[in-house]
């Protein structure tokens, strides 16, 4: 009885005004209530302090206190040598990254997917998710070691080419190749999840007809699997394509030193060097160029996708 | 005929070949990481593929065990794991069961300000800003109340509370149950299996959490191992580059070992929980896959 009384009082609520709602609803308000506030407290309040990237803040005056002073602090950013040259390193890596990384996880899927032992398949999956697991301070440990001039890589490669070490962490070219070929190699078996799951949706009756008309497993992948896999292969790009300006922190910040700096300084790398000597207008405009350039990027490709597909496509 | 046999078996072979090498590139670097940390520093220096130790020493573990820094580090990380997730996932939970109410007022403007969070941030500065005039620098929960509400795990949630048939609250409610009695005596109950999941990435992500206690935390007592295992690695990294090609120094080569230890130290929980909850883990993927 309560529950047909509870709806038509949702019904007409617009007429009975909307303290009365809130009155009818004060326990499902309640239980919003702590994680409505965190939400506004950690993602909200900050975006007011993105005015300083617009004043010449100096902490004693405060946020309000401080000068306007228009764009000068972005005109000073792009005047700079250090952060173009970081923009340019940003786009370098994370666009080589992408091209990499991207078909890696779809390849790794549809080998898995020809794979018919279940425990092997099972047993190659587990170990391919490790790495994610770990941090990038423990992934940097395990990797300087690895490819350190004695390490065991450079070990293989003497041994192979009967050339000088390989000096992972001074040449620039080689330096950026490591960066690309383990973040790779850490997302790889997680981002194979989503299309394996892709893929155990496809109805094994359209292989059936495939295989009386005579088509090899090749084709069958062509013809059936990857246009089957479309749907997800769009969703997971326009999430990639969003991070361009992510050439992963984490892992460039553990991994980087003075001696490549010139190829791996990055925008993050940037704005955490300006705040550390304490700019924070600076830093504030040049994490706000790279939040805004994001948030286009996403919007944008998301809009393209949803147009091109008829709605279909699109992550929201 | 034949020749379309012999090109099945190759593909096979080929492919069944490549997994084994990519499986063997995640499980190599742990097992030398594991044979260095089990070396006496001499046999540490020998270049090699150190798939396992010729002679256990237990000498690293012993340095890293005694170090009074790593162990209040340990205990840090393990306090914040467990009260970080506990927290995170009783608000996401309470937070999630709220939007899944269709007569929830103002459903859709929390919606909203939750998936834009996912959409736009207002970077490093503003953040730090913020954390300081709460006064939350050097104070511990700077590690816990800024990751308690992540989008993506509330919108797992709540995906999950909407697949529930609504009669389930129903009968309650004719008893007069308020909606806190029917989600924590019916709903969380029967939500085990996502709460699992979105538990496990919580723990995972605090766990392995260091940037915030690298800006946010200078006191050494509040401190947390990763940022303990980064000093490690970057004091060693710092005089292998000063040196260009690495020195036969014994003393280096030691701290490789006691690095490696602490690796191992560190990952341990992870790898020891790992082969059993790794259902819970990709099961989250499979529903994140659902439109936010």
Redesign the interface.
Known sequence: ???CA?NTV?NTVKKRG?LS??KQ?W??????L???L?????????????L?AFKDYVMFDG?LGSKWVGMENFSKLFAGKDFLRCFRNTLHISIIKLICSFPAPII?AL??N??KKLR?KK??Q??????Y???W??L???????F?????IN?VYTAMTGKEPL?F??DGHLFIGMIVGTAV?QG???GS??YL??LSAIDEVLYEAATIDGA??WQQMIRITLPCLIP?IV?VFILNL?GVLNAGF?QIY?LY???VYDVSDIL?TY??RR?QSMD?SI??AA??F??VI??VL??ASNFIVKRVSDNELG?? | MKS?EIK?ML??FL??L???L??A???Y??L??LA?SLSSAAEAAI????LYPKEISWSAYKMVLSNQEIYIGYMNTIIRTVAGTFISVI??S??A???S?K???HRRL?SF???F?M????????????IKNLNLIDNRWVYI??L??SAYN?IIIRSFFESLPDSLG?SA??D?A???II?FKIILPISKAVLATVALWVA?AH?????DAMLYINDNNKQVV??L??R??TF???E??KS???SKNMMEYNS?TI??A??IF??LP??AV??FV?KY??KG??LG?V??
Request: with cysteine.
């Open positions: 009885m309560d529950i509870k949702n909307i709602d809130y609803n326990d499902i308000m309640l239980l919003m702590p994680g409505l965190l939400l506004i407290l950690f993602n909200y309040v900050p975006l007011y302090g993105i300083i946020i790794l080998m898995l020809e794979v092997f047993v190659v587990t170990f391919s998710y490790i790495p697991f770990f941090s301070v423990v940097s440990g395990i990797i300087t070691m690895l350190s001039v004695s390490g065991p070990m000096v962490f001074a190699w790889l078996g997680w999840i989503i799951s892709a090899t497993r997800t969703t969003s984490d553990n030193n003075p001696t993050d704005v955490l705040m924070y830093a504030t994490g706000l790279k939040s994001c948030f996403v919007v992550i929201w | 379309t099945q593909t096979d492919i069944h490549f997994l084994i990519l499986a590139t995640t499980v670097p742990l030398y990481t260095i270049p090699g593929l150190h608000i996401s309470m937070f069961y709220a939007l109410k007569y929830l007022p929390v300000l939750l998936v969070t959409l736009f941030s207002g970077g490093t500065v503003p953040s730090y800003l913020l109340l800024p308690i509400i509330v129903e409610k004719i007069g308020n909606e806190f989600l995972v766990w392995n959490s260091w940037f990763q940022i295992l980064q490690i690695i060693n990294n710092s292998l580059v260009g090609q690495v490789e690095k490696s602490t690796i560190t990952v992870i790898l790992y082969p790794q883990f990709v993927v499979m896959a439109k936010g």
